[in-house]
Structures are given as structure tokens and as C-alpha cells.
């Protein structure tokens, strides 16, 4: 079965420095996409950065960037900079198979950016 | 011009009631989810919608059930409401590639007393 780990249940950083947030998977598939999404206190969900499983660069967005690794499957999001409005809960999905790629989650990583 | 809207956004109500949860977008999407968030932060895929069509039932209890009258909705009904049924609920949408993001609603948060 499919399986998402993120190992770190809560993670501090300062203002501006660089954070990574850890993300291993385990899928049968031979071709997937990687996805972060963010979800700040107030509740909705904000979609961060995509790998595919293809791509031979590693993916950025702004201060937002993919250490992907694929034989070692992890796919860590590393946070450039921090802000205090990085602090919110983060997670990391992989699309389900037959599924009409629904996203399976990790169990999350609490971000507090301290002053 | 909200892409992914429900509602209600808060939803409060007795055991044993019924209550339904709209979804809509307006982004032109063929792929409509539901998605469940307990009380540990924990994301599940609850059903998966193409085209009107369900393409997933991830082991939900019956007593949800999904109604897509088009595309561009994506209820979600649930009877004899339980106490374990007390959560976020989320709606999203994709379009029907692998490589795309989902966009999400902004959550509807039902507590069953």
C-alpha cells in the first residue's frame, strides 16, 4: 500500500533562516507526481510546489524549493528566508492510484517561526 | 470569483440528524473530491468525482453519500450523523492530469453534538 511519512510532528526555525521539512514515500508507481501543500491556522489549504517524478531538476517557487531524491523516494521542502506567516501546518501528497489522482497525505509538520 | 466555494462553512448539529454540504467551482474542472480532516490535522480521501462519474469510495460508511448533478458540483449528504463524524470537511478540484495541483475549498467544520 501506499504510504506518505513525514517524521517531524513540529519544527522550529528563526526569522530567516532556512527550514527542511522531511517527506518519505513509498509507491508501486512508476510515474507520480510529489505535492506540498500549506494550511495556516485560519484553515484553508494552499497548494506550495509540485515534482514530478520525471523531472531531472528539482522544483522551486519562490522561497519555496523540492530536495527530491527519488531513489531514496524522500521529497523534503526546504523554506528559504523564513517569515513569521510561514508558521501553519504543512503537508506532503502523492496522488492515489485509480484514483482519479486523489491526494494521500502525510500526517503533517507543524511550522513555528520564531522572532 | 471564488474558485472552490462550500456550504455552509460551519455546520452544528444533533446525533442522529441529516445534513448535506455544497461544493461548487467555477473552474471548468472535470474532477471534484471530498476530503476528510479529523481532529489530529489527518487528511483522508473520503470520494473522488470525474465527469459526474465516482471513481473512488475510499471505505466511507454509507451513510455519506455524494451527488454530482454536473461538473461543476459536488454535494455531499450524510444521515444518522455520529459523533466520529465531527470534522473538516474539504472539497477540491482538479483537472483530469496527473500533473495538476488540486484546489481546495475552504473547509466546512461539522460538529455533531
Known amino acids: 500500500a501506499q504510504k506518505i511519512t513525514q517524521t517531524q510532528p513540529g519544527m522550529f526555525v528563526q526569522e530567516k533562516e532556512a527550514v527542511t521539512l522531511d517527506c518519505t514515500y513509498d509507491?508501486?508507481?512508476?510515474?507520480?507526481?510529489l505535492f506540498w501543500y500549506k494550511q495556516p491556522s485560519s484553515g484553508e489549504m494552499i497548494f506550495l510546489i509540485y515534482?514530478?517524478?520525471?523531472?531531472?531538476q528539482n522544483a522551486t517557487e519562490g522561497r519555496y524549493s523540492l530536495n527530491f531524491q527519488k531513489a531514496r523516494k524522500s521529497a523534503n521542502l526546504v523554506i528559504s528566508a523564513s517569515q513569521l506567516g510561514d508558521s501553519a501546518m504543512y503537508f506532503c501528497?502523492?496522488?492515489?492510484?485509480?484514483?482519479?489522482?486523489?491526494?494521500?497525505f502525510g500526517k503533517g509538520t507543524s511550522l513555528l517561526v520564531t522572532p | 470569483d471564488t474558485a472552490v466555494s462550500q456550504t455552509p462553512k460551519y455546520l452544528v448539529t444533533q446525533m442522529g440528524n441529516d445534513k448535506s454540504i455544497k461544493c461548487e467551482q467555477n473552474?471548468?474542472?472535470?474532477?471534484m473530491y471530498w476530503y476528510k480532516q479529523d481532529s489530529k490535522k489527518f487528511l483522508k480521501i473520503m470520494f473522488s468525482?470525474?465527469?459526474?462519474?465516482?471513481?473512488i469510495n475510499e471505505t466511507v460508511p454509507n451513510r455519506f453519500s455524494p451527488k454530482s448533478p454536473d461538473k461543476a458540483h459536488l454535494n455531499l449528504h450524510i444521515n444518522s450523523l455520529e459523533l466520529g463524524d465531527s470534522a473538516v470537511y474539504f472539497c477540491?478540484?482538479?483537472?483530469?492530469?496527473?500533473?495538476?495541483?488540486?484546489?481546495f475549498g475552504p473547509g466546512t467544520r461539522l460538529t455533531v453534538l
Open positions: 509507491t508501486s508507481d512508476q510515474s507520480y507526481g
Open positions: 477540491a478540484s482538479s483537472q483530469d492530469l496527473l500533473y495538476n495541483e488540486q484546489f
Open positions: 515534482q514530478g517524478s520525471y523531472d531531472e
Open positions: 468525482y470525474n465527469n459526474k462519474e465516482l471513481i
Open positions: 473552474l471548468g474542472h472535470d474532477t
Open positions: 501528497a502523492i496522488p492515489l492510484p485509480n484514483s482519479g489522482y486523489a491526494l494521500n
